[in-house]
């Protein structure tokens, strides 16, 4: 199970929400290449971005600096998020040195762009499935749908989705712990590889993701944690690389 820092970019800053609410965040540095640089001295052998005004714009806002990072860390997974919704968008990253991408809104209100793009960029097309409740939300989680997560990762099981990324939207940024049993549930039901996001607060939650991590749980993405000093990068893939070898 991999360690995914999360690097959330909003006005080119490194910032952190709660519950995905653009009016609560907490900055965490305006060097968002130099953040990168730190998870990966701390042994990150991937990295999540998201594009936060791009989720809410529905198209790239801070894609420069995404370029930045993937031109300074050439050999380093990177998958970004926010306002892919096109297949220039995806070309344009994927071109850039970004190893996947994830859709998320379009997803779940176009899931035949999905299977699309699938088939034009194999190998490269992670979705992002934020739920509430078990219900998927969209556009920023402005909206929260009827759509229940599991059906829509069944959906998109024989497309070649390479992971599922899965948020626990009432968890994230909240420092609760993660939502063990809807993660490990949504991966076995799902049949798609899931990396679980949201409430990964101290080495406590990860041990209880750990134990399901046979389910199909492939990695935990984490942000307020490492930030804020309650969960160490370094520790957490070291107990992680544990498990494999026990």
């Given at each position: 199970m991999l360690i995914i820092p999360a690097i959330d970019l909003k006005d080119g800053k490194c910032v952190r929400l709660r519950q995905g609410r653009m009016d609560e965040s907490t900055e965490y540095g305006d060097d968002p290449v130099a953040m990168a640089a730190r998870w990966v001295d701390a042994g990150a052998r991937r990295l999540h971005l998201v594009d936060l005004n791009g989720a809410f714009a529905g198209e790239p806002v801070n894609g420069e600096i995404v370029h930045a990072i993937a031109n300074r860390y050439p050999n380093l997974p990177i998958q970004i998020g926010g306002g892919i919704r096109s297949?220039?968008?995806?070309?344009?990253?994927?071109?850039?040195?970004?190893?996947?991408?994830?859709?998320?809104?379009?997803?779940?209100?176009?899931?035949?762009?999905?299977?699309?793009?699938?088939?034009?960029?194999?190998?490269?097309?992670?979705?992002?499935?934020?739920?509430?409740?078990?219900?998927?939300?969209?556009?920023?989680?402005?909206?929260?749908?009827?759509?229940?997560?599991?059906?829509?990762?069944?959906?998109?099981?024989?497309?070649?989705?390479?992971?599922?990324?899965?948020?626990?939207?009432?968890?994230?940024?909240?420092?609760?712990?993660?939502?063990?049993?809807?993660?490990?549930?949504?991966?076995?039901?799902?049949?798609?590889?899931?990396?679980?996001?949201?409430?990964?607060?101290?080495?406590?939650?990860?041990?209880?993701?750990?134990?399901?991590?046979?389910?199909?749980?492939?990695?935990?993405?984490?942000?307020?944690?490492?930030?804020?000093?309650?969960?160490?990068v370094t520790e957490a893939q070291a107990y992680c690389d544990s498990l494999k070898t026990a």
């Open positions: 297949a220039e968008t995806i070309e344009a990253y994927l071109k850039a040195g970004v190893q996947w991408v994830i859709i998320g809104t379009k997803a779940v209100k176009e899931p035949e762009f999905v299977t699309e793009m699938c088939k034009q960029f194999p190998g490269h097309i992670i979705v992002g499935l934020d739920a509430k409740d078990g219900r998927v939300a969209t556009d920023g989680w402005a909206e929260v749908s009827e759509v229940m997560a599991t059906d829509l990762a069944k959906r998109f099981a024989n497309d070649g989705v390479e992971a599922i990324v899965y948020t626990d939207i009432s968890r994230d940024g909240m420092m609760q712990g993660v939502n063990v049993e809807a993660t490990a549930a949504l991966a076995q039901e799902g049949g798609i590889p899931v990396i679980a996001s949201g409430g990964v607060t101290n080495m406590d939650d990860l041990k209880q993701l750990a134990k399901v991590a046979d389910k199909g749980i492939i990695g935990a993405i984490t942000g307020r944690a490492i930030y804020e000093g309650t969960l160490d």
